[in-house]
């Protein structure tokens, strides 16, 4: 019973990560579309490629005018965002590439680009998973600060408050149902309405499950704690320092743990189920040969 109860704290724990991460990937999702950064890396890549070959030698123009040729060439295509008509140049295929260069500018070039292609994209592979790790970890920072979400006083909550845990381990069907559909949503498409509104559900998830400590600081605490009044009235300056220094901590965790990403959490809720199911038969077994008095 005991072993249960502390997997159930667990598996609480993570359903809050879960949660918490998918709305640091809702964000992402918004920000990776209003800046374009997919784009930009793409973009950046083949600059980078056609400066390698140099294509100065094949054609009259510079690598930056052979980009911006292959722009307009996507948006004559149509292959543009649904509301903004912006190239979608993240789509592009080596077989696009090619065809569009032999149409715009040389075969020799297109013999050139085709060879070097795969070991070009490769590095804009490596160099968009950078970025987007980093915009995961400031979203991450953001996040955590916002909601104030302390490791330590989350777990604290769950792990002490019987009606909190449960409260926590019964929103697992919903929050399945919104990774379910997550895959739904169109990328051609403009994703601010389905993504605002998949934020609001998510955020009325932990709304509906009180307790966890999710609460913003206010400025009026800052204050407080900064200049010893209200509730640190009277607290000396060396133990608010180690407080503050214990919420930092835990903060700092919280960031750590959802920059990993919910596809993580995911699988290790899945996982951690799994393991309560055999806990619970195994329990249900041994009950059963209690009571029959076999061995």
Known sequence: MTDLKTLDT???MVIVLLVL??????IQSVVKKFFKLKSRSILD???????????NTLVSKTP????????DEFQKLGRVSFLMKRPMVESISKADLIKILVKVESPSLAVEVEKWFDTVMQGFEERYTRHMKSVAIC??????CLLNANFFQVYHN??????????????RDLVQQQLNQAPSINPAEDQTAELKAELTQLQKTLDEAPGLGLKPISPSQVYDFAGGQGVWNG?????????????LFGLSIMVMLLSVGAPFWQDALESLFGIKNLLRKKSDT?????????P
């Open 45 to 55: 890549s083949l600059n980078d490629l056609f400066a390698y070959i140099d294509s």
């Open 21 to 26: 991460s998918l709305v640091v990937q809702s």
């Open 286 to 294: 041994k009950n059963v040969e209690d009571q029959s008095g076999q």
């Open 139 to 144: 979203v991450s920072i953001v996040v955590v």
């Open 10 to 12: 667990v598996i609480a």
């Open 235 to 247: 607290i000396p300056l060396s133990n608010r320092l180690a407080h503050g220094i214990k919420v």
């Open 64 to 71: 930056a005018e052979l980009v911006e040729k292959i722009k």
């Open 158 to 171: 769950i792990s002490t408050n019987d009606v909190l845990r449960n409260a926590v381990l019964q929103k």
